[in-house]
């Protein structure tokens, strides 16, 4: 049992939840992904489709934020709609964005803003992607656009880039993500693309809506050694984190996105280890990665600490309140070492399109009807709502 007297988080600490543009809106087929999925041998299990129809349903989405007694809700933009091609933007795709984020202000939430989620638009690929040198000043260019258009009153935080080693370690080494390709070199070369492309784009964001608070959000594991693995954990976590850690002097805070550890042996990354409950996704069931995480970028970085995704994707709704409920344990140890962590968003809002997974891995506070669309909370969304309302980490409901 949680004692709520001594289990509050600080005043000021912030609730919210996540989606991303191409995984939740539907009909994304202008950009990067849309193409992948629909090529063979991709890998991918299925399309994204009509997603959630959340391009059309997001007024339900924001009734959901606030059902849920969150205080801010993080959203993507999506870079092919705004500028569907070279140098052609679409005012009414940023108006959509800004009509969002004035709903979501109306409803008391504030809206946290993504400025690249993953995907990029198909001009953009064809030219040769994050591998073309100009790529980076081109998503500050558009980092810039949408920032004027959306302005400094609109938003409450700006993240640049979501993980970034995500995209560069999938795409260009594990071959899952778009392009497919599987090339060390390659991806080296992405990865200080997207360093490049994040200063240039904190500095557009500060340009262009000024007094925004602008960081970058980075996937993070708990990084485990394992029968002399030592050297290559090093070696993976320096590619993998350590230098976009390094390029975050300046920000105003740093996002953390921990769902699990790495166990890596002498010859790198390890399975599961016996015993560890394993999830849909493949990865252990390691809520604690959560405080690891934190400690690790606050260390590295000196930044205040947004944790901007954490979850579970499981079809067990007990096995996620536990997930989150022991996650959070973790963060109030991190608070009560004097750590600046400022607020906890849970991944994600609603069950999506789990990228190179298709529909299968369910993260959501709230199911999706693949055919009506219609959005069905779950006790997890109830009980974590309790949570953002009281401030507090609450007792996890009995087992169902």
Not at 86 to 112: F, K, M, N, Q
Not at 158 to 164: G, K, L, S
Not at 370 to 383: D, G, H, I, N
Request: aromatic share 12%.
């Amino acid at each position: 049992m949680t004692d709520t007297a001594t289990s509050s988080f600080p005043d000021g600490f912030t609730w919210g939840t996540a989606t991303a543009a191409h995984q939740i809106e539907g009909g994304n087929w202008n950009n990067d992904w849309w193409q992948f999925e629909h090529t063979a041998g991709s890998g991918t299990k299925e399309p994204s489709g009509d997603a959630c129809d959340s391009w059309h349903r997001w007024d339900e989405d924001i009734d959901l934020v606030a059902r849920y007694h969150l205080d801010n809700y993080r959203f993507s933009l999506e870079w092919s709609r705004i500028e569907p091609e070279d140098g052609e933007w679409s005012t009414a795709s940023l108006d959509h964005y800004a009509r969002i984020c004035d709903t979501l202000i109306e409803r008391g939430i504030d809206p946290v803003v993504t400025f690249h989620h993953f995907t990029t638009p198909r001009w953009l690929a064809d030219r040769g992607g994050w591998e073309h040198a100009d790529t980076p000043a081109r998503f500050a260019e558009f980092a810039e656009k949408a920032a004027a258009h959306l302005g400094a009153d609109r938003m409450v935080r700006a993240c640049t880039i979501n993980e970034p080693n995500v995209v560069a370690f999938v795409g260009y080494l594990l071959g899952a993500f778009p392009p497919g390709a599987s090339d060390l070199g390659r991806m080296r070369k992405v990865n200080d693309a997207f360093i490049r492309a994040h200063r240039l784009s904190v500095d557009a964001i500060r340009t262009a809506a000024p007094g925004v608070p602008v960081g970058l959000t980075l996937s993070m594991a708990e990084w485990q050694a394992v029968d002399g693995g030592e050297a290559m954990l090093e070696e993976l976590r320096h590619d993998h984190e350590d230098v976009f850690l390094a390029a975050t002097g300046g920000d105003d805070f740093i996002g953390v996105q921990t769902y699990s550890r790495t166990r890596v042996g002498p010859k790198g990354g390890l399975g599961g280890a016996e015993g560890v409950p394993l999830l849909p996704m493949g990865y252990e069931f390691w809520p604690q990665a959560l405080e690891t995480t934190i400690r690790y970028a606050a260390e590295k970085t000196g930044l205040p600490v947004y944790v901007t995704e954490n979850g579970c994707g499981t079809d067990d709704d007990d096995q996620r309140i536990d997930y989150v409920h022991q996650a959070l344990e973790g963060v109030l140890r991190c608070l009560a070492d004097g750590i600046d962590v400022r607020g906890y968003t849970y991944w994600s809002l609603l069950d999506n399109f789990e990228w190179a997974f298709g529909y299968g891995p369910r993260f959501g506070l709230t199911s999706v009807d693949r055919t009506t669309f219609l959005r069905t909370p779950k006790l997890s969304a109830e009980w974590f709502g309790e949570v953002a309302r009281t401030n507090a980490l609450v007792d996890v409901p009995e087992p169902r």
